[in-house]
């Protein structure tokens, strides 16, 4: 199964540290493959190298694609966290 | 391969393996494994994570007790950095593929993450380069063991490539071991260009993202002639650049023989080759260069770090063992000439609300406005004056008359208060001005009455004359010291010299490129003042020509109509007396 959907970072900061934890946290439950596409590239979204690299901030429109069993669970989790602003403000 | 171009500072040809300084305090000794090891190479690196993850782990307990909560996510990124599957994966293919040792594999894999993420514009990002670091750090530790070498412990002769070298860094270097210089930032008259110059270490600057790009161990070329910097040469370019070297390096032994020669010409008119200096330390490093004294005494690192410089007493110190050096050889103080491209970082505030700094308040300016710094600065010369009639005082960047007079004036008083307070110096002590504003040029007939000696400042008054930022890369191709503007009024100054019957002395970097030796001796210079390293190929171009030919060779320069004649011209002439240097 593969899911595509885009997101949009509303959280102040952006992705840096502790959301950029919890995303990759997050990501990380999930079996299937997780990725998210900007500028051409593709970011392993289970990687915090990787994820560390994106440099979104607020506002940023994060292109994730999940492929797997479980992508369906997996994008409303990271859906779900994008929206609570990472559980930040 | 790589090649990379930078700003050269320094010249010289060096091949050496490099040592990074910034993200490795350290050197990867060993970069490859046999086949048989490459499997208890993963193992290495699977146990030194391993081993990182029990150290971050504690640390993440320790925190929480001491700091509570906050910094805590800090660590948990920090682990996930470290246990991040990608990262690891990069690490051991390049162990298992390219047979690298497990130190050498996490540094390139480090390397590229580091490239990657400063290359986002967001500065957030360019912090968590240092979580990169810490991380590599801590890996590497284990991985090395007691392996670790820094800088101050080298045993092999190497290239240093670094962000930045504070001028300290680079004095306190080890010169039979550090045989190169590279460096992320930087330009031509940076301190630390200065003083890669003064000590003779080959050095290219400006090259932005090189202490990231480079890895210990690996490779590297310095060409500080023409600003080249190779990483991992191959075959051809590395016997290449290897025979320059060993050229290079029997030229400037034989250069030395030269020391204790005099510079004269052919046909017997001797020419003082002087140095230009920072320090007082550097003097006897140009005297062994065979210089025969001190034509530029810059003295704006008095004044580096305060910005009402330093006391009377600190200048007069520092003054005395100038003169302790140089030992009844000529001196000359240039009083503080201070000005944007020479302040230090905590200046730049200040140096930004002049939307002009290069025409505004600088050097003498600034000092007639403070006239209680520039006293300070002048009662410590006057004193040291009574060391020795050898010491000479200089100013700076006079445009005009009246500025002369105005410092003459301050310099009057000095000498007064000096006299109330019984304090002995030089009543005759010679008073010279710098000409590198060209209002100065043009007026010389009227400025030399009032002096002992001219210097001209060819760096200022190239740029000034010709309306030309030379630290600016998009016009840097019109500085032209052979344009016949500066031809002409560098003419103009010697006969204005000569006419009033003071001596005449060029200090600028003109004075020290051997494509202009010929041409300045054939003006009737006889006073060149330079970098100490090229005093050695001046004289040998000095002992090569008559001043006779040399007149004529000058005469024909100045009646060019453009820069590039003239240059081809010179090069010509100088090629045929020496040939080695192109």
Redesign the interface.
């Known amino acids: 199964m593969e899911v595509a959907k885009q997101l949009t970072l509303i959280n102040k900061e952006g992705l840096?540290?502790?959301p950029?934890?919890k995303l990759?946290?997050t990501a990380n439950r999930f079996k299937c493959e997780i990725v998210i596409k900007t500028d051409g590239r593709e970011i392993?979204a289970?990687?915090?190298?990787?994820v560390?690299?994106l440099?979104a901030?607020n506002g940023a429109v994060l292109h994730f694609a999940a492929k797997g069993d479980d992508a369906q669970e997996a994008m409303d989790a990271i859906e779900a966290l994008i929206a609570a602003k990472f559980d930040e403000e | 391969m790589e090649i990379r171009r930078g700003i050269p500072v320094s010249s010289g040809i060096v091949i050496r393996q490099a040592f990074v300084l910034d993200s490795e305090d350290y050197r990867i000794p060993r970069r490859f494994v046999t086949d048989k090891e490459i499997e208890g190479e993963t193992e290495r690196f699977k146990q030194a994570v391993k081993a990182a993850e029990s150290e971050i782990s504690n640390l993440k307990q320790d925190v929480l007790r001491k700091a509570g909560t906050e910094v805590v996510?800090?660590f948990?990124?920090h682990l996930?950095?470290l246990l991040?599957?990608?990262?690891h994966d990069d690490v051991i293919s390049h162990i298992r593929n390219s047979g690298f040792t497990a130190e050498y594999a996490v540094s390139k894999v480090f390397r590229l993450?580091t490239k990657?993420?400063k290359s986002?514009?967001?500065p957030?990002?360019a912090e968590?380069v240092v979580d990169l670091f810490d991380i590599q750090k801590r890996l590497q530790r284990t991985l090395l063991g007691a392996q670790r070498e820094d800088l101050s412990h080298l045993s092999e002769e190497v290239v240093l490539v670094a962000h930045e070298l504070t001028p300290s860094q680079i004095a306190l270097l080890d010169r039979t071991k550090v045989l190169g210089i590279v460096l992320d930032g930087g330009g031509r008259t940076s301190h630390t260009s200065i003083m890669a110059r003064a000590m003779a270490i080959p050095c290219v600057v400006g090259l932005e993202t090189i202490s990231a790009d480079v890895s210990g161990g690996q490779t590297v070329v310095i060409d500080g002639n023409r600003g080249i910097v190779i990483v991992e040469p191959d075959e051809a370019t590395l016997r290449k650049y290897q025979d320059a070297e060993g050229k290079y390096h029997d030229f400037s032994l034989s250069l030395l023989k030269y020391r204790h020669l005099s510079a004269k010409t052919t046909d017997g008119v001797k020419i003082n080759l002087l140095a230009n200096i920072e320090f007082p330390w550097e003097i006897k490093g140009a005297i062994e260069n065979g210089a025969s004294g001190i034509g530029l005494y810059r003295t704006e690192f008095l004044f580096a770090e305060e910005c009402k410089g330093v006391s009377e007493e600190e200048h007069y110190r520092t003054y005395k063992k100038a003169m302790e050096e140089v030992d009844g050889r000529e001196l000359v103080i240039r009083t503080l000439d201070v000005g944007a491209d020479k302040f230090t970082d905590a200046r730049s505030a200040e140096r930004s609300q002049e939307k002009n700094p290069f025409l505004g308040c600088r050097s003498i300016r600034l000092c007639l406005e403070n006239p209680d710094v520039f006293k300070a600065q002048l009662r410590a010369i006057l004193r040291a004056s009574a060391l020795g009639n050898n010491l000479k005082i200089m100013f700076p960047m006079i445009s005009s008359l009246e500025e002369l007079q105005q410092a003459k004036l301050i310099l009057a008083d000095t000498r007064e208060s000096l006299e109330k307070d019984g304090i002995a110096y030089n009543k005759n002590m010679q008073t010279g001005i710098m000409i590198e504003i060209p209002s100065a040029a043009i007026i010389a007939d009227l400025l030399a009455p009032e002096v002992n000696f001219f210097s001209i400042g060819t760096n200022d008054l190239i740029q000034y004359a010709l309306a030309v930022d030379r630290g600016n890369e998009r016009v840097a191709t019109l500085y032209k010291p052979a344009h016949p503007a500066i031809l002409r009024l560098i003419d103009r100054v010697v006969k204005a010299g000569k006419k009033a019957g003071i001596k005449v002395a060029m200090c600028g970097e003109m004075s020290g490129d051997i494509m202009f030796t010929i041409l300045l001796v054939g003006m009737g210079l006889q006073d060149l003042s330079t970098a100490p390293s090229v005093i050695p190929e001046i004289k040998q171009v000095i002992r090569s020509i008559s001043a006779k030919e040399a007149k004529q060779i000058a005469r024909r320069a100045l009646k060019f109509q453009t820069a590039e004649e003239a240059i081809d011209y010179l090069i010509e002439k100088t090629r045929k007396i020496l040939p080695e240097v192109y």
């Open positions: 840096h540290a502790r950029a934890v990759v946290d392993n289970k990687s915090m190298m990787s560390l690299t440099a901030a | 996510p800090i948990e990124a996930r950095m991040d599957r990608q990262m993450y990657n993420m986002v514009k967001d957030f990002f968590r």
